[in-house]
C-alpha cells in the first residue's frame, strides 16, 4: 500500500477516534477525517489527518471511507444523506465498523452496491484502548474484492482480521455474539465480586484468586477491576452503547424465530444492564455496572487506598 493512499474515516468518538488515531500515527495512509463535533476533527488534524468539512467532502478525496458511529441513523445519514459518502466523486469501497446489525448492515450493502460502491462489513471489538495499542480484533464479511481492498489499511489497524463469510451482515452477527458475552462476563463478575465482599472477604484478595483460578474471565480483567478499587469508572465504553448492543442482539434473535427461553442466563444478565439505563447510568461507564448490584447489596467494593 503506498503511503499516499487517500483513507477516509467518518465518527471520531470514544472508538472511532482510537482507531483513526491508530492510523494517523501508523503513517501508512494519508487520512481523511469528519466528525460532527469539530474538535475531534482538530484533534486528528493535529496528529497529521486532513480535517473535512463533511462527510461528502472526506469521499470526494478518499477511495475508500470508513464509518465507526453509534446507530444506525447516523450510519444511514453519513452514507446516504444530502452531503453522505455515497455521492463522493473518488469513493469505490464504504467499511463499516460500527455496529448496527445484521439487517441494517445489509440493507446499507445492497445500497451502496447499487450506488456502485463495495461495501465491508467491520464491526471491531476490544475498546479505545485496544485501537491504539492495535490489538483490535476486527470482524470482516463482504465480497472477497472488496476484503482484498480493505486488507492494507485494515492490518494498519491491527493484525487481529478475522474473515466471517461472504456476506455483508454476518460479520455483525459474530460481533453481537461477542457482546453479549463480554456483558455477561461484566455482569456475572461484578456480582460475584460484591457477593464475595459484603461476605467479608477483600476485594484484591477474589480478584487475584479468580484471575489465578478457573472464574478467570474479561470482566475480572485489570482495566475494569481498577475502576471499580479506585472508583474512577471511567475510560471503558457508556453503559447505553453496550446496553443497545444486548437489546440489538434480542431483536435479531426473535426475528430469526430463536427461543430466547433457551437462553436464561443471557437473559438475566440482560436485565442488569436495562436497570442500570433505567436508573439514568446510560452515559456513565459500564464499569459503573457494578454500582446497581452495590445498591441492591448495601455495600460498596473499594481499594485498599479506598
Known sequence: MSALAQVGFIGLGNMGGAIAERLARSGAVALHVFDRDPAASERLAALGAT??????AVADTAAQVFTCLPSVDASRAALFGPDGIAGGKAVRHCVEMSTIGPGAMRELATRLEAAGLGALDAPVSGGAAGALKGTLAIMVSGAPAVRE?????????????FTISDRAGDAQVMKLVNNLLAAANMATSFEALVLGVKLGLQPETIIEVVNAGSGRNTGMDDRKTGAIL??????????ALLEKDIALAFEVAREAGFPLEATPTIGGMAQLWERAVQQGMAGEDVSALVKVVERRAGVEVHGRAG
Not at 480535517?51 to 461528502?56: E, P
Open 51 to 56: 480535517a473535512q468539512a463533511s462527510a461528502r
Open 149 to 161: 481492498a480493505a486488507a492494507p489499511v485494515l492490518a494498519a489497524i491491527s493484525p487481529k482480521v
Open 230 to 239: 479506585s472508583r474512577r469508572f471511567e475510560g471503558l465504553g457508556k453503559i
